[in-house]
């Protein structure tokens, strides 16, 4: 309970504008939840995915993505004021399967640009059933994000990826 409340909101503070991309800050956030689920004594001597299992504590790295589809939703739901989110491309006259909301690819050079915020969701987001991108409220989403997830093995290995999204490189999260 006072690492939920008192450790990870530091360790996920802004993390749809701060999201590392790199193994070794990825690992080295993820080692700080490593070192607290190894203070539960009865879990010691277990692998971190059964310990994350057993506390039913997922991943930061599943979380960060988690909170960048909620991030999104609530831009394109229009949540937010329009004239101060990041502008998300949609494809509006294409007849595409899976959701209506999906998000123009677009190419960059650089490793600035290729993690920012927008770049990052989209393979994400296109990967994305209807029903889960139509839901009626942020509160429904994330319902609906989180039953079409569960069966990710993301939530609790922090080597996995997760599964249907269409990239043409491996992308970190």
């Known amino acids: 309970m006072l690492y939920k409340t008192l450790v990870r909101s530091q360790l996920e503070y802004a993390n749809s504008l701060w999201n590392p991309y790199l193994k070794q800050d990825i690992s080295a956030l993820e080692k700080v939840q490593m070192r607290a689920t190894k203070l539960v004594a009865a879990l010691h001597h277990k692998p971190y995915a059964e310990r ?96 079409h997830w569960s069966s990710q093995e993301l939530k609790f290995n922090l080597e996995a990826e997760i599964y249907g999204t269409r990239s043409r490189s491996r992308v970190e999260f």
Request: glycine share 4%.
């Open 52 to 147: 994350l299992k057993h506390l039913d504590l997922p991943t930061l790295k599943y979380r960060r993505l988690r909170g960048n589809m909620i991030e999104t939703y609530k831009i394109l739901s229009g949540i937010y004021d329009s004239t101060v989110v990041p502008t998300i491309p949609i494809i509006y006259d294409s007849v595409t399967r899976g959701n209506s909301l999906k998000i123009s690819s677009r190419r960059c050079n650089y490793n600035v640009r290729k993690y920012s915020f927008c770049f990052r969701i989209t393979n994400v987001w296109n990967s994305l059933p209807y029903s889960v991108v139509s839901a009626t409220s942020v509160n429904s989403f994330k319902n609906k994000l989180d039953k």
